[in-house]
């Protein structure tokens, strides 16, 4: 066993990583993370029209985003998607069994799945999984819960943030999975958040949505949205007084910002097929709402992103993502900076350095700065480069 702790780091939780057989890899494929008793949790999920069944498993026990359970119970190798009646009745048997385990109702426990879209859950070994992963729930094992619920991931996502609240010592800390198919709204891939802090489930669910919408909700890898995309926070409320308005409230929203924002990044790095994070930067937006869409324009471009790839300082491709978008775009004012050179300035192109830019572009995390000069809105969009590996990856995944 690992002794490396992330997700039981915050005091209060317990979790376990298991193979149970879904994988054909033979690694570990079922994660169960729970609240020694009922914790504050706050949910966010996919916004795809199409769901899996855990999504809906899950909306109908905190159908307001925010209320008290005592976990969550995650496979990987199958999403549990487009699966009818018989994959809403799984992930409620899964729901019940891991409940069972630990003493609770299958109302106050989570489900999330994902992987292959249109697969029957092999329900057999999900429950010995499920019992197997009971049996071993413990504070000593927290990388065998992260690569349980790694799917084309190549590298563990985890984040740890240690702060102070009236004078307790209070963590945050978070595992995610999420390489492929990601361009989230309302939530991300699969990210779950523990903390000890003590926080009422309507004001962490507040936090929440916060923490998320510069995030996870600013990343995009292929500009393809999951039908399984779901994240979760879990207060324990084993440290320090209750948090309310002011200072206290201010640092833990930091906190979990910081986490959310570290898990992020680390999904943007381990995009399928990237070697480089690329961050997109827009100020100078006539609302916060044009600046979204104009950084989301640029990160989602697949030429932006092959420049990237290829170390081409083409600011041209920068410049029409920009303008395609719904946001208010005035030419004349537009000026862009790769790696802090400008390189379009008022319309026109500026004079640089191209070997300068191509060292830029070549390095481990690549920055585009755009300033439409029409206000105030800004907002900072995270993705990563698209290269031929993106292409043989997602050409040999299949149902």
Request: glycine fraction near 12%.
């Amino acid at each position: 066993m690992s002794s490396i702790r992330h997700i039981t780091l915050p005091a209060g939780f317990r979790a376990a990583g298991v193979q149970c057989g879904i994988k054909a890899s033979g690694r570990e494929d079922l994660a169960l993370i729970v609240g020694d008793d009922l914790v504050s949790a706050a949910l966010m999920t996919t916004s795809n029209q199409v769901v899996g069944a855990p999504v809906l498993w899950c909306r109908r026990v905190l159908p307001a985003g925010a209320g008290r359970v005592r976990g969550i119970v995650i496979n990987s190798g199958n999403s549990n998607v487009c699966t009818g009646r018989r994959g809403e009745r799984d992930a409620g048997a899964m729901a019940a069994q891991a409940a069972r385990a630990v003493g609770a109702e299958p109302e106050q426990m989570l489900v999330a799945s994902t992987g292959i879209i249109g697969h029957l859950l092999p329900m057999a070994k999900v429950r010995r999984g499920i019992a197997a992963a009971a049996a071993a729930l413990g504070r000593r094992d927290d990388r065998a819960v992260i690569r349980a619920i790694m799917t084309t991931d190549t590298r563990e996502k985890s984040a740890v943030v240690r702060t102070r609240l009236g004078g307790a010592a209070v963590t945050v800390a978070g595992i995610a999975k999420g390489a492929g198919m990601i361009a989230p709204h309302l939530a991300t891939m699969i990210a779950v958040i523990t903390t000890d802090a003590r926080v009422a489930p309507r004001l962490l669910g507040r936090l929440f949505r916060s923490a998320v919408a510069g995030s996870f909700n600013a990343l995009t890898i292929d500009s393809d949205q999951s039908t399984s995309d779901t994240a979760a926070v879990f207060a324990s409320g084993r440290a320090g007084r209750a948090i309310g308005p002011g200072p206290d409230e201010r640092k833990f929203a930091a906190a979990l910002a910081e986490v959310c924002g570290a898990l992020t990044r680390a999904m943007a790095r381990d995009g399928e097929g990237a070697t480089r994070l690329v961050e997109v930067r827009v100020v100078g937006a006539a609302s916060a709402a044009d600046a979204r869409v104009a950084a989301k324009a640029v990160a989602d471009s697949p030429l932006v992103k092959c420049a990237v790839h290829g170390r081409d300082p083409n600011w041209g491709r920068i410049v029409m993502a920009v303008g395609k978008s719904a946001a208010r775009v005035d030419p004349s004012r537009l000026g862009v900076k790769i790696g802090g050179v400008r390189v379009f300035a008022r319309g026109r192109p500026a004079p640089f350095a191209a070997a300068a830019v191509r060292r830029h572009l070549g390095g481990q995390t690549v920055v585009i700065d755009v300033d439409l000069h029409l206000g105030r809105g800004a907002f900072t969009a995270y993705t990563c480069d698209l290269s031929r590996e993106y292409i043989t990856i997602n050409a040999d995944y299949h149902t």
